[in-house]
């Protein structure tokens, strides 16, 4: 008999790439009114690994989940759209800066054992912190796995392939439950299809009152813009002056 899981799939809507990112008057880094957000690279492998699970008619349903304020239901709806068949909202106010440790403490709290395989993305694009399947791993007892990039499910026990380095990979086996921190696949996530846009417009998104999120402790810093530690130097002039300058710039550098 096959096993099926319970699925959850972390979802965090990040700024599109080519968003530019200034400070406020706090130092907390905002974004411009017009930029795009898109659901997060690496959290959208992750749901694809789960949907091959799916496809697989391993599991019992995928729920996704997203903590922040009102334009994350995008994402969201998004999700639905790919094949998750209920999403949640964990809701923040516009503008709250969430760290890490207080998403994984929302999610956590959420999920509350009722999860077989938490999936996440192995970071986020914009953050890039590294950091919340591993929180949520340690806050809810489960197994955990970063860096994977092929996994199978049998029997309760997930079989996964985890990178180490861009030549060497690791196997090994994990007991169901566990988080499992996508870094990419061997499938490509899938473009949405028709049936599942149409459902995904009749579906609500559940919201979850701000009130569930357990404050915590914390020092608020603040962030600043890197400082230009290079400069360019322009070579002008004919063909044969150039090559003489850049020459005389390699060996004054120590290059040649």
């Given at each position: 008999m096959v096993s099926k899981v319970k699925i959850l799939v972390c979802i965090k809507q990040v700024p599109d790439?080519?968003?530019s990112v200034y400070l406020n008057n706090n130092g907390i880094p905002e974004y411009d009114e017009k930029t795009v957000y898109v659901i997060n690279r690496y959290d959208e492998y992750a749901l694809e690994e789960a949907l091959q699970l799916k496809d697989q008619d391993l599991t019992y349903c995928i729920h996704t989940i997203s903590v922040g304020p009102s334009r994350v239901q995008k994402a969201l709806q998004r999700s639905l759209e790919m094949g998750a068949d209920e999403a949640f909202h964990i809701q923040t106010p516009e503008g709250e800066f969430n760290t890490p440790y207080m998403i994984a403490q929302a999610i956590t709290k959420f999920a509350h054992q009722n999860y077989?395989?938490?999936?996440?993305?192995?970071m986020?694009?914009?953050?890039m912190n590294q950091q919340t399947g591993q929180l949520i791993a340690a806050m809810s007892g489960y197994h955990h796995a970063t860096g994977v990039t092929k996994l199978s499910l049998l029997h309760n026990t997930v079989t996964i392939t985890r990178e180490l380095n861009a030549q060497e990979s690791l196997m090994y086996e994990l007991p169901v439950p566990c988080v499992?921190?996508?870094?990419s696949s061997i499938y490509k996530p899938r473009y949405p299809s028709l049936s599942n846009v149409l459902r995904a417009r009749k579906q609500k998104i559940a919201i979850i009152k701000p009130d569930l999120v357990v404050p915590v402790a914390q020092t608020t810093s603040h962030?600043?813009?890197?400082q230009k530690t290079t400069k360019c130097q322009f070579i002008e002039g004919s063909m044969s002056q150039k090559i003489t300058e850049l020459y005389a710039v390699l060996h004054k550098n120590a290059v040649l």
């Amino acid at each position: 008999m096959v096993s099926k899981v319970k699925i959850l799939v972390c979802i965090k809507q990040v700024p599109d790439n080519n968003a530019s990112v200034y400070l406020n008057n706090n130092g907390i880094p905002e974004y411009d009114e017009k930029t795009v957000y898109v659901i997060n690279r690496y959290d959208e492998y992750a749901l694809e690994e789960a949907l091959q699970l799916k496809d697989q008619d391993l599991t019992y349903c995928i729920h996704t989940i997203s903590v922040g304020p009102s334009r994350v239901q995008k994402a969201l709806q998004r999700s639905l759209e790919m094949g998750a068949d209920e999403a949640f909202h964990i809701q923040t106010p516009e503008g709250e800066f969430n760290t890490p440790y207080m998403i994984a403490q929302a999610i956590t709290k959420f999920a509350h054992q009722n999860y077989d395989i938490i999936f996440t993305g192995v970071m986020s694009e914009d953050a890039m912190n590294q950091q919340t399947g591993q929180l949520i791993a340690a806050m809810s007892g489960y197994h955990h796995a970063t860096g994977v990039t092929k996994l199978s499910l049998l029997h309760n026990t997930v079989t996964i392939t985890r990178e180490l380095n861009a030549q060497e990979s690791l196997m090994y086996e994990l007991p169901v439950p566990c988080v499992i921190s996508v870094q990419s696949s061997i499938y490509k996530p899938r473009y949405p299809s028709l049936s599942n846009v149409l459902r995904a417009r009749k579906q609500k998104i559940a919201i979850i009152k701000p009130d569930l999120v357990v404050p915590v402790a914390q020092t608020t810093s603040h962030f600043t813009m890197p400082q230009k530690t290079t400069k360019c130097q322009f070579i002008e002039g004919s063909m044969s002056q150039k090559i003489t300058e850049l020459y005389a710039v390699l060996h004054k550098n120590a290059v040649l």
